[in-house]
């Protein structure tokens, strides 16, 4: 074997890829560098290190020096090497300021932090600043400072980087010396900007205060710093001069950051989280400050108050600041709308989150670093506020007083720990690369192999790293879950277990600051579910920290809990519930939201618990077709006519929550949920007719019957835009046979008609179908059943333009065929007149219109927000769409429809409105009609006004499709579809 091959050999042994290139670049250093293969062979990328030591040898002036300095000092060599093999971006500031190598010659480097004060003084200095003055002014020349500030900052990153990766320090001291770093570094930038503002900066007392990482003592190596900027003006000058000084401060500061020279650039600042962010003053007072967090500041910024730290400038103006707000951070938990608050901040964090970086992102993906985080500041508010020990900005240390405070479990904690560290570790090797900022782990190999390598992964570092990252990731999330919601358990149930529990005070308050109203009630019902030690209780302690945690996400946590509670009870022992629950998880998540959200539902699924089995089935509406056959076989098998009806109705019963459910998820159209209620009405009507008639044959002792009947749907039931709550209106049509005695067929419809609606009207567990028929000619003073004969005299005789329009939505649906065509074929002149409506008629609907406008708006209602009557609600679209039909559907058969979907399509294709009318009123129907039914379905009753009720609202938002808590988009997106819609309608209803 050739001694190339035996070199080359060597080198892919110590984890080199390019061995050309590295003997090639070995052989110019020389044979010194003989004794530097092993420790090459433990850097990130031997490759990398090794060609950034070939430049930083040719672009030093005393080679020699540097290469017996790296053969004579191990140590040297290890932070030396260790950086060139990590950082790309060190090892050109390297190339550029070659002498800087000898900063990692310094013994004692790998045993101690460099003090904060020390790294001022030299930024400081740096800029030609005297660190001991009042206020440091810099004295280089702008352009000057501006390089010299950036070559200062990337020497002592240089020393920083060394000691992280040759002496692994741990995360915590590296992340607390980089943000002195970065206070040091706003301190000379201060400088420079009042050297650039001149003796006007002297008018004006200014307080850098770090926010975020900075602020926490846990910066990463390439961050954006936040900050908040507080001045006052000193003695003798007016607060308006002292604003523009203390202003032009703090903009100079932010531009020598982040501003772009021949050394590169530092990182941006920035100041957007300050009062009212970008669209803020830059600067404020204290007071302005104090007004604002008194009045107008966001749950999410108290939050971020938590790690604010003075750092640059008056630092008594700054500890000022700090005293002030620390009272308003511990009091954030007790704030109305705090749980809505971090929820909307949980959700910014997820919408900012990019689709295509979800699977590697470090930082906001699941499992991430923002998700430890959250957890950590969202216990820091909820306990902080009696446990000063809390106080504390810095995560791990936090965490580890969470822990020692019995907030969270030992083992969790220390997992928890553990996680973060790996991390941020892994987010710190990640931007040490390139200096960039970015928190995405790549993907390619090459690039995950250095990662590993700097990880301390040897044998096979990418698929090593991988495997460790995605078990960190894991543990994140499961703790991230466990950390606010076991512990209740264990305060409640007293589980066994290692480590200090929650007293039952302290699970109260994180209950409370969860969001539920009732937090001694929520403890009470979890102590029912866990005690014990039954399979059904050791379940129950497995699911609910996680159903906890979605019952808080939704509206109502309280009643979902309590719900919840009363289905397992009802369940019992039933030996498929827990263990669906436990494992599909979409089944348990969707029981929770149900029950959290809609009493409607949850009403359905008490009186059917087994209803749980349908959240993980198809929602889709069954057809009619099928329905009747299943009710009509049921009831079949019963011998009375109320267990038959029974039957019926615990099937519609069942059908009533699959629809619910699957609009509840979005699952089910708004047209197909009408649609859907519609179809299983004809269903139970033509099953219960059929009991009825059956019923009144017996009593009667009838062998057959003497007349034909058919039920006519009307209303929103016969435009198949039934809502939850709506009544089935209908017309009773009968037809005797050949021979039978008119009065005995009067008789006999007159009774199965009552028989019907008693049957389907009857109390018990299941809904009441209510059977309506005072649409009837005369109305209620009219005969509840009448023939066909009777129908046509009537009509001929009597029938006004009003009732014309309520046959429009006729639909002849149950009963007798032959007997529904014919009554189809009786009215369809009536409702689609040849010669269309005379201008009278046109003029008595609009009066009609008028009074229902005047008269039917319930007392106190707003008519903005009244779904059914208000401008621009369901009943201005309703009369719109049939002044068009009862206009022109005799000349356009399309509009011949009961639907108002339908014949608004009809009426845009020809040409009788404008495809953006007609776009305007479906789009508020269809809108209108959600927020009815969902309101049925909050409130577990039919309701025709926006709630008023915060909670209710909000539930209501939710099921509509808006983020927690904003509800106030709801209303406003509502208001303004209506006024759109009323514009429609005043052009073509009112003309």
Known sequence: MTRASTGKGELLRLGFQDTERSLAGLAGLGEVTEPLLAILGRTADPDQALHGLVRLADATEDRAALLRALADDEGTAMRLLSVLGASTALADHLERHPAHWRELTDPTLGSTRTPAFVLREGLLRSVGADADADLPVASLPDREALDALRVEYRRVLLRLASRDLAHHDSVDDVAAELSDLAAGTLEAALAVARARVGDAARCTRLAVVAMGKCGGHELNYVSDVDVVFVFEPVDGIGEAAAARAATQLAGHLMQVCSDHTGEGTIWPVDAALRPEGKSGPLVRTLASHRGYYERWAKTWEFQALLKARPVAGDLELGGDYRAMVDPMVWRAAEREGFVTDVQAMRRRVLEHLPAHEADRQL??????????????????????????????????????????????????????????????????????????????????????????????????????????????????????????????????????????????????????????????????????????????????????????????????????????????????????????????????????????????????????????????????????????????????????????????????????????????????????????????????????????????????????????????????????????????????????????????????????????????????????????????????????????????????????????????????????????????????????????????????????????????????????????????????????????????????????????????????EAGLLSAEDAEALRYGWRTVSRIRNAVTLVRGRPGDQLPRDARERAAVASIMGYPPGDTDALVNDYLRHTRHTRAVVDRVFWE
């Open 363 to 908: 930082k906001l993906g699941s499992g991430g670093l923002r998700d430890v985080e959250f957890a950590v500041q969202l216990l820091q508010l909820v306990h902080g506020r009696a446990d000063e020990r809390l106080r504390i900005a810095a995560t791990l240390s936090a965490l580890d007083e969470l822990t020692r405070g019995g907030y969270v479990n030992r083992g969790d904690g220390e997992a928890l720990h553990a996680a973060y560290a790996f991390l941020r570790t892994l987010e710190h090797r990640i931007q040490l690369h390139q200096l960039r900022r970015t928190h995405v782990v790549p993907g390619d190999e090459d690039a995950l192999r250095r990662l590993g390598r700097s990880m301390g992964f040897q044998r096979q570092p990418a698929a090593e790293l991988e495997t460790a990252w995605q078990h960190h990731r894991r543990e994140v999330r499961r703790l991230h879950e466990k950390l606010f919601y076991r512990p209740l358990l264990e305060a409640v149930a007293r589980i066994p277990g290692e480590g200090a529990r929650l007293s039952l005070e302290a699970a109260g308050d994180r209950l409370a600051a969860l969001g539920y109203l009732d937090p001694a009630g929520a403890l009470r019902h979890l102590e029912a579910l866990t005690a014990g030690v039954s399979r059904s209780s050791a379940i129950q302690r497995t699911l609910l920290p996680v159903m906890l945690e979605w019952f808080a996400d939704a509206p109502d946590p309280d009643a979902g809990l309590f719900g919840f509670r009363r289905i397992s009870e009802s369940l019992g022992d039933t030996p498929w519930y827990l263990t669906t629950l436990r494992d599909e998880g979409q089944v348990a998540e969707r029981l929770a939201r149900l029950l959290a959200t809609s009493r409607y539902a949850t009403d359905l699924l008490e009186r059917e618990p087994r209803g749980v089995r349908m959240l993980g089935e198809d929602l889709t509406p069954l057809p009619a077709e099928a329905l009747t056959t299943e009710m009509t076989a049921t009831a079949r098998r019963q011998d009375e006519p109320e267990a038959a009806a029974r039957a019926v109705r615990a099937i519609r019963r069942r059908e009533l929550f699959r629809i619910a459910v699957g609009d509840l998820f979005g699952e089910t159209d708004v047209a197909d949920v009408g649609a859907g209620l519609s179809r299983l009405t004809d269903a139970a009507l033509e099953a219960t007719l059929e009991v009825a008639e059956r019923a009144v044959r017996g009593a009667r002792g009838l062998d057959a019957a003497p007349t034909r009947m058919a039920i006519v749907a009307m209303g929103r039931y016969g435009g198949f835009e039934l809502s939850y709550g709506s009544d089935a209106d209908v017309l009773f049509v009968h037809d005797p046979v050949e021979g039978a005695a008119a009065g005995d067929a009067a008789s006999y419809a007159q009774a199965v008609a009552l028989e019907l609606r008693r049957l389907l009207a009857l109390p018990g567990g299941d809904p009441a179908l209510e059977v309506d028929a005072d649409l009837r000619p005369e109305g209620r003073q009219g005969p509840l059943v009448r023939t066909l004969e009777s129908y046509a005299g009537y009509y001929a005789k009597w029938s006004r333009v009003w009732e014309a329009q309520a046959l429009l939505r006729a639909d002849a649906v149950v009963g007798d065929p032959g007997l529904r065509e014919r009554f189809t074929a009786l009215v369809d002149p009536l409702r689609y007149p040849a010669a269309g409506l005379s201008e009278d008629d046109v003029v008595e609907i609009r009066r009609i219109k008028a009074r229902v406008d005047a008269e039917r708006l319930p007392r106190g209602a707003d008519p903005h927000t009244h779904l059914k009557l208000g401008r621009g609600g369901l009943a201005d679209i309703e009369w719109t769409v049939q002044l068009l039909q009862l206009r022109h559907a005799a000349e356009v058969p399309s509009l011949r429809t009961p639907r108002t979907l339908t014949a608004l399509q009809a009426a845009a």
